[in-house]
């Protein structure tokens, strides 16, 4: 990774996947082009939303998405964007290994969305 994290042993995680999302930076690239995420884009995930999420960051990352289970403290760290060289280096912890394969149309929106960021941010 191009700038340190810390993951906790055990590691944070939202298994509820029905947990709430709450969107950081709503003008981010990755949450609007080229396509419009939105609340009901978390809607139908399967079995949990994130892992092996940081428990810190460095300041050179943006987090865009927080969440957590029920009881829990929030976490910052389930999408983090950060320049890197001429590109961007993307660290996410949302399942996606779990809703790409069951067809969850947000969760493959959102991975479009991350595959098409530019390495100037847009």
């Given at each position: 990774?191009?700038?340190?994290?810390?993951?906790?042993?055990?590691?944070?995680?939202?298994?509820?996947?029905?947990?709430?999302?709450?969107?950081?930076?709503?003008?981010?690239?990755?949450?609007?082009?080229?396509?419009?995420?939105?609340?009901?884009?978390?809607?139908?995930?399967v079995q949990e939303r994130a892992l092996y999420m940081p428990r810190t960051f460095d300041a050179a990352y943006r987090p865009l998405l927080s969440?957590?289970?029920?009881?829990?403290?929030?976490?910052?760290?389930?999408?983090?964007?950060?320049?890197?060289?001429?590109?961007?280096?993307?660290?996410?912890?949302?399942?996606?290994?779990?809703?790409?394969?069951?067809?969850?149309?947000?969760?493959?929106?959102?991975?479009?969305?991350?595959?098409?960021?530019?390495?100037?941010?847009?």
């Amino acid at each position: 990774m191009p700038h340190p994290i810390t993951i906790a042993r055990p590691h944070d995680r939202v298994a509820e996947e029905n947990a709430a999302v709450t969107v950081l930076e709503p003008s981010s690239r990755a949450l609007s082009a080229p396509n419009r995420i939105t609340n009901a884009d978390y809607e139908g995930w399967v079995q949990e939303r994130a892992l092996y999420m940081p428990r810190t960051f460095d300041a050179a990352y943006r987090p865009l998405l927080s969440m957590s289970d029920s009881g829990e403290q929030p976490n910052r760290g389930a999408i983090l964007v950060a320049p890197y060289g001429k590109g961007r280096y993307v660290y996410t912890t949302l399942a996606f290994f779990r809703q790409l394969p069951a067809g969850v149309s947000g969760a493959t929106r959102l991975f479009v969305n991350l595959l098409s960021l530019k390495g100037d941010g847009r």
